[in-house]
């Protein structure tokens, strides 16, 4: 299982970006997909995930701003970011846990840098 994540780039604070992460095969089974970000210095923590079932699970930093969603006929997840603030700026990492198979899967991180 590979994941590959896309849409990071550099915006002002206040607008808007959105991230797409699609998983190379489709996972049978329960499983949770979704966004983690590491700050410099710091652990990953998760921001946004859903599971196959369709919960949904934000951060407090970014309920309200960001929303996410998954495709499961394409194998996809998204994050919509809206009302990016600096605080916002970091890497972020697609995931996937494989409840099942009891393996996690992380995609290659991709920058996100929002300027005041």
């Known amino acids: 299982v590979q994941l590959q994540a896309s849409g990071g780039g550099s915006v002002q604070a206040g607008g808007s970006l959105r991230l797409t992460c699609a998983c190379s095969?489709?996972?049978?089974?329960?499983?949770?997909m979704g966004w983690y970000r590491q700050f410099p210095g710091k652990q990953r923590e998760p921001v946004a995930t859903?599971?196959?079932?369709?919960?949904?699970n934000l951060s407090d930093s970014v309920e309200g701003r960001f929303t996410v969603s998954r495709d499961n006929a394409k194998n996809t997840v998204s994050l919509q970011m809206n009302s990016l603030n600096p605080e916002d700026t970091s890497v972020y990492y697609c995931?996937?846990?494989?409840?099942?198979?009891?393996?996690?899967?992380w995609g290659q991180g991709t920058l996100v840098t929002v300027s005041s």
């Open positions: 995931y996937l846990n494989d409840l099942r198979g009891g393996r996690i899967y």
């Open positions: 095969e489709s996972v049978s089974g329960p499983n949770v």
């Open positions: 859903v599971t196959s079932g369709g919960v949904i």
